[in-house]
């Protein structure tokens, strides 16, 4: 269709190259391209810069068929537009295509056409004037070129949009029909054929080397392992708990220390205890004195009573006395005190039964291994690993599995089994309370196979958990 007539200048036009230099310079860049993003690219830009336009958006629709699509943009780098500005640019490209014919907005004298689509593009891009010219080809519209302008439209401006247009149109058409399949776009853009290859080699080589990375990852076995949080244990652990009701008077241990077997820990106070064997001390001496007079009355049964009251006093002192001696809290066994901090609470009182420390011994340590419960399959009791402590990260020792619990706890949010394990060779360094992360033998195989296991247990996973 012949372009439409556009108002006369209102002021002078930039500074335009030769009709036949701008295209000639046109069906170069268009030869130069090798593919149709490339070339779309370069009509673009030639052509904003042959007009003088501000901007110069492609629109192309695949097979000449609708939807059309924003295609290329004017200018370096990839066209970034948000969903509002593709959707008003493609509205007046589909405008111009509908008509079939070249519009300006504001139009020119005697131009014909719906420009309602064109009118919102204008406002909401802010340019002073905007062109649109469709792309035919054997009777088929396969797009439109539309230009943004800071002066009025011209007619010479649609002219040489049209003309343009007219060269590009059956380039793009090939090109676009050549276009290759995905995985053939995805080869070349990785650089490593073309152009781009021999101006960026060092992107080819690093991708080569990726590339031979991945293949070895794919092919080369290797042992495999488990990775999970571990923490040292003492082999026996014992609690020494509060014997009798009262308050705490002394403390002579802290966690760390190591103390011997029957050694002092802490001392309950004796205060009221002492003032209770007194007092059964003075019934016991009273009740004794009520028994010598009865004998001396010749009195059977006073004799009786009062002998009676003897026994349980001194029944209630020895229970006296026996918790006094119970107030001396030591040590059950050798070994280092775990649990116990307790300077901070004297004074304070404790009831019966409530734990005081926690002792284990020094030489004897276990690992408590705390394993994923979608690791547990990889894994059986006499399986082997190791070690490394967050104290000694670069001392790893090697672990024996011996013992896997037969159900599951949570903790800090995760499911997992505690895997009982035992260091070969023990070292002097280990200390319970100690924590590190343990690796554990799971078999032998190509790396990237299992990671693809991983990935497909979690897909699988993921699909159940949200499967109808």
């Known amino acids: 269709p012949a372009p439409a007539q556009a108002p006369a200048q209102a002021g002078a036009a930039p500074r335009e190259a030769p009709a036949g230099d701008a295209l000639l310079a046109l069906i170069t860049a268009l030869g130069d391209a090798e593919?149709?993003?490339t070339a779309a690219a370069a009509l673009c830009t030639r052509l904003a810069a042959t007009v003088g336009a501000a901007r110069v958006v492609l629109g192309w629709r695949a097979g000449g068929r609708p939807p059309t699509r924003a295609a290329a943009l004017s200018g370096a780098g990839e066209p970034e537009w948000d969903g509002e500005s593709r959707r008003l640019l493609v509205a007046a490209m589909d405008e111009a295509i509908d008509q079939a014919r070249a519009l300006a907005c504001p139009p020119g004298p005697?131009?014909?056409?719906?420009l309602r689509a064109h009118a919102l593009q204008q406002r909401a891009g802010g340019a002073k004037a905007i062109a649109t010219v469709p792309l035919a080809h054997g009777g088929t519209a396969h797009g439109a070129l539309l230009a943004e302008f800071e002066r009025p439209v011209s007619p010479r401006d649609l002219e040489r949009m049209a003309q343009a247009g007219a060269l590009a149109t059956p380039w793009l058409r090939l090109l676009h029909a050549r276009r290759p399949g995905p995985l053939r776009r995805a080869w070349r853009a990785t650089g490593l054929s073309g152009r781009r290859a021999?101006?960026?080699?060092?992107?080819?080589?690093?991708?080569w080397?990726?590339?031979?990375?991945?293949?070895?990852?794919?092919?080369?076995?290797?042992?495999?392992?488990v990775g999970a949080p571990a923490r040292i244990e003492g082999e026996v652990q014992r609690t020494v708990a509060a014997p009798i009701r009262g308050y705490l008077k002394s403390v002579h241990v802290r966690p760390g220390d190591a103390v011997r077997e029957g050694d002092l820990l802490a001392e309950l106070g004796d205060r009221d205890l002492e003032l209770e064997r007194a007092k059964l001390k003075s019934e016991v001496a009273q009740h004794e004195g009520g028994v010598a007079a009865a004998m001396a009355r010749g009195e059977r049964a006073p004799m009786s009573i009062a002998q009676a009251r003897v026994d349980e006093a001194r029944a209630r002192l020895g229970l006296v006395e026996h918790q006094l001696e119970q107030i001396k809290v030591r040590a059950p066994i050798g070994g280092v005190v775990l649990q116990g901090d307790l300077w901070q609470q004297l004074g304070t009182p404790v009831d019966r039964g409530r734990t005081l420390f926690v002792l284990a011994p020094a030489a004897r340590h276990r690992v408590i291994v705390e394993l994923d419960e979608r690791d547990l399959r990889r894994i059986a009791e006499g399986g082997r690993g190791r070690l490394a402590l967050s104290a000694l990260p670069w001392d790893t020792l090697p672990l024996v599995i011996e013992r896997i619990a037969p159900s599951a706890a949570t903790l800090e949010g995760r499911n997992v089994f505690e895997l009982e394990a035992r260091v070969e060779g023990g070292i002097e360094a280990l200390r319970a309370g100690q924590r590190g992360i343990a690796h554990l033998d799971a078999g032998h195989g190509p790396l990237a196979l299992d990671w693809a296991r991983r990935g497909g247990d979690a897909l699988a996973r993921l699909v159940w958990r949200w499967m109808p």
């Open 110 to 114: 005697g131009q014909r056409g719906v």
């Open 198 to 207: 021999a101006a960026r080699p060092w992107r080819a080589r690093l991708l």
């Open 209 to 225: 080397a990726a590339a031979a990375v991945a293949v070895l990852a794919s092919a080369v076995p290797i042992d495999l392992t």
């Open 35 to 37: 593919d149709f993003e």
